[in-house]
């Protein structure tokens, strides 16, 4: 057994096919077009990302296929092997700002769109049809033709006009965009009819660009009136995403099977919904994260679009998006929650961990693919001498929940107490409706003065009631139990989510820890919490429980209890006994 252990911990992780999500998505893609985009989703840590970049992007980047890649998170790596974990938290220290992710969507599109150009898939009539569907043009085109356009009413009319602006964007450097421009050596192989057919739909691109810049700057001011009034306009809204739609309509429109078959794949998506924008006249992210997703969705169901993944983990996009969207079934969704027991052991079990390790491995974090790749390397470190903790399971284990407590739990722990102070703010300000607040409910009665330690205070016992209360249901609810959707009102549940420590999935309609090792740490958290508490906080605590406490256990429903049984490692009784919860949190 320890020879097999040591042969074990020589071997390098890799990268585990699996194949039925593998072939449901390779399946969507290798349609041309399709009428509805794909949503992957799934708790942190489940290989999501890993699966995309390392098993799926190869094969969509080898013609006739064509894929664009676009990681919000970070920018997209040069090869898997470059590629950086997510961090588990959802929200970023430093969240990107949004003109750096609309120039990263667009130029995705852009060089997507000019690899249609040098097929020969893509034509300037392609490019003006696709405009005329949707945009008003002669005004621009009169101002990008110049005064040579005033001369004779029989020859202003839009086609005219096109044709002019392309002419004179074929012959000069307008743009100076290095995008849409034939390389050296890019067409050596093609005569000349097809090389200047190339530089004509180049040049429409580059006209198209101009165009919908030249009409979004007419819109600022309007921009600028919409984000000081709080008001909401579509066709405002929709200017910002113009061109990124039109380079979407035009390849759907060029693809073509075994000839030409684009894809585009958004990782993280999430992310663009929470950018940051200091510019006034322009959409704050979430319109334009609403904005373009609505097209695309529109664009699918009325001409069908070329496939569009988007990948997530946040739980909004599990159940919410569907409602705020349109119905249930507005996108394909496939939700992956990583292997199951039985398929990590058969993967985990001899090539990476003993039988003996995987029990403890298993017991105490799961078969979160995450943990299980960054506990390995923990085991690989701890054979070099300069390494202080022991080669013992048990003691890796131990120090990878001591690191997942530091580093992960607790700063979102105290991210999730600030949004509920302001939650506190907000009702003191008129800000929340009063169906968030109905009768009974325990965050009712905030603070009603302004004193940041009393703020703190309450938000603090508000977060460790909904941690007990959780505790309590076993670390699973059904938050469609009963219909009401109670849980999504409580300001604590929401800022755990938002977070990124609680997933919420779509089926079945459970709200639960992303990981058994995050679960763990939660109980660790609400324990620490408990025993720092003075005696005035105490009693504010257990007056809370006792009075206004929250209670889900209505909640237990029993289609998926199993499984929140299965996931369930904390007992009430080790929580009623602090001094005991982390002598057993390893052993347990």
Excluded at 272 to 285: Q, Y
Excluded at 511 to 532: H, N, S
Aim: proline share 6%; glycine share 6%; charged share 20%.
């Amino acid at each position: 057994m320890a020879a097999a252990a040591g042969g074990a911990a020589g071997r390098p992780w890799r990268v585990i096919p699996r194949p039925v999500l593998e072939t449901v998505l390779h399946n969507h893609a290798l349609h041309p077009r399709v009428p509805q985009p794909l949503l992957l989703h799934g708790p942190r840590g489940v290989g999501k990302s890993t699966l995309l970049l390392n098993r799926l992007l190869p094969q969509w980047s080898e013609p006739p296929h064509y894929a664009a890649f676009v990681d919000f998170l970070h920018p997209a790596p040069s090869s898997p092997a470059h590629a950086t974990a997510a961090p588990w938290s959802l929200l970023a220290d430093t969240p990107p700002s949004l003109p750096s992710l609309r120039l990263q969507l667009e130029s995705a599109l852009e060089e997507l769109t000019r690899a249609a150009v040098l097929k020969g898939a893509v034509g300037s009539k392609d490019v003006l049809a696709a405009l005329s569907r949707s945009h008003g043009l002669h005004t621009a085109l009169s101002r990008l033709a110049g005064p040579a356009a005033g001369r004779g009413r029989g020859t202003s009319s839009v086609p005219v006009l096109w044709a002019r602006a392309v002419l004179a964007a074929t012959s000069s450097a307008r743009g100076e965009d290095p995008t849409f421009r034939i390389g050296e050596g890019e067409a050596t192989n093609c005569s000349m009819e097809e090389t200047a057919y190339m530089q004509e739909a180049m040049a429409a691109l580059r006209v198209a660009k101009e165009l919908l810049r030249m009409q979004e700057g007419w819109r600022k001011e309007a921009l600028r009136e919409m984000n000081r009034t709080g008001r909401f306009s579509r066709p405002l809204v929709n200017s910002a995403t113009d061109w990124p739609c039109l380079l979407l309509d035009v390849l759907s429109g060029a693809a073509e099977v075994d000839f030409f078959q684009p894809k585009l794949v958004l990782n993280n998506v999430d992310v663009l919904k929470r950018a940051t924008c200091e510019d006034e006249t322009m959409v704050p992210a979430t319109m334009y994260h609403d904005s373009f997703i609505w097209r695309v969705i529109a664009l699918g169901a009325n001409e069908q679009c070329l496939p569009v993944f988007m990948s997530t983990s946040d739980g909004y996009y599990s159940s919410q998006a569907f409602v705020d969207f349109g119905f249930p079934n507005i996108f394909i969704s496939r939700e992956t929650f990583g292997w199951t027991q039985q398929e990590a052991k058969l993967h985990m079990v001899s090539e990476f961990f003993s039988e003996k390790e995987w029990k403890v491995v298993d017991e105490i974090l799961g078969t979160n693919p995450r943990h299980l790749s960054e506990i390995y390397m923990l085991k690989q470190k701890a054979s070099r001498p300069e390494v202080l903790h022991d080669t013992n399971i048990e003691e890796i284990v131990d120090t990878y929940l001591a690191h997942l407590q530091v580093s992960v739990v607790n700063p979102a722990m105290e991210t999730a107490l600030s949004m509920v102070q302001k939650f506190a703010s907000d009702v003191r300000e008129g800000k929340i409706p009063e169906n968030r607040l109905s009768f009974g409910a325990p965050w009712r009665h905030p603070p009603r003065t302004d004193n940041p330690d009393t703020s703190y205070k309450w938000a603090k016992i508000q977060l460790m009631n909904f941690v007990q209360s959780f505790v309590n249901t076993e670390f699973g609810l059904n938050y469609l139990a009963d219909d009401s959707l109670e849980i999504l009102d409580d300001p604590a549940a929401v800022a755990m989510m938002e977070v990124g420590l609680l997933y919420q999935q779509r089926e079945p309609s459970f709200m639960r820890p992303i990981t058994r090792g995050v679960q763990r740490c939660l109980a660790r958290w609400l324990v620490q919490q408990r025993l720092e508490l003075n005696l005035q906080e105490s009693i504010s605590f257990l007056w809370q429980r006792a009075i206004r406490g929250r209670s889900y256990r209505h909640l237990m429903k029993e289609v998926g209890y199993k499984l929140c049984q299965e996931n369930s490692l904390v007992s009430r009784s080790d929580l009623n006994e602090p001094g005991t919860i982390f002598n057993s949190m390893v052993w347990n």
